[in-house]
Structures are given as structure tokens and as C-alpha cells.
Nanobody, 130 residues
């Protein structure tokens, strides 16, 4: 049972930056993909960015050019560097470790489908406000 722990969230002003981290209890090379999702109040959990075990990455359109996902296999961790943050980026950000191919990752995850995607962290809150 892999455990994931996110960190790095906080309150930031519009236009600011944050770097999220996700530490895994086992080798992240054991998983096909490591993914960041986010969930805003009243909304479903949505895909943000993913990185394949081979290094390929995927971003949703709204974060392209602003967010960068990376992985450090030696530290069993992934990161999400976020710049030019806006209020629309306010959400709880969740780390996921699973076996879904990059091109098959769901854009939206319903609560009943969360277990299908593997392991989840508890989330870290990102609030963008002035």
C-alpha cells in the first residue's frame, strides 16, 4: 500500500508562484504515471499534469506554460512548479500514483472512481488571493 504525502501549498497572491511536492513511501518507478489532480470547492477532482515513468509529460490546457511537473526517482518524489497563479488555480491539489497510461488519464474523477486510479495523497491546499 503506497503512501503519498503532499506539501508546499499555501496562500499566494495572484501572479505568484508555488512548488508542490509529493513524497512516496515506495519507488515511484513502480507506477506507470504520477499525476497531480486538483479539486476546488463544489467541483469534481480534475486532472492538472502527469509524468510517465519514462519521463513524458502531459498538461491540461489551462496550465500549459505555467505549471511544470517533474520527478526525482532517487527521492521517490514528484513536484509541481506553478507560476503566474490565478484565482482559478485555487484548489486542493492531490498527488496520484497509478497504472493508467498518459493518454487514458481521466480529465475528471468522480468520487466512486478514485480507487480505480491507484493511490492518493491527502492533498495540499493552494489559495490564490490578494
Amino acid at each position: 500500500q503506497a503512501q503519498l504525502v503532499e506539501s508546499g501549498g499555501g496562500l499566494v497572491q495572484p501572479g505568484g508562484s508555488l512548488r508542490l511536492s509529493c513524497a512516496a513511501s515506495e519507488s515511484i518507478s513502480n507506477f506507470y504515471t504520477m499525476t497531480w489532480y486538483r479539486q476546488a470547492p463544489g467541483e469534481q477532482r480534475k486532472l492538472v499534469a502527469a509524468v510517465h515513468s519514462g519521463g513524458r509529460t502531459h498538461y491540461v490546457e489551462s496550465v500549459k506554460g505555467r505549471f511544470t511537473i517533474s520527478r526525482d526517482n532517487a527521492k521517490n518524489a514528484i513536484y509541481l512548479q506553478m507560476i503566474n497563479l490565478t484565482a482559478d488555480d485555487t484548489a486542493t491539489y492531490y498527488c496520484n500514483a497509478g497504472f493508467t497510461a498518459l493518454n487514458r488519464l481521466p480529465q475528471v474523477v468522480l468520487p466512486q472512481n478514485l480507487p480505480d486510479l491507484g493511490y492518493w495523497g491527502q492533498g495540499t491546499q493552494v489559495t490564490v488571493a490578494s
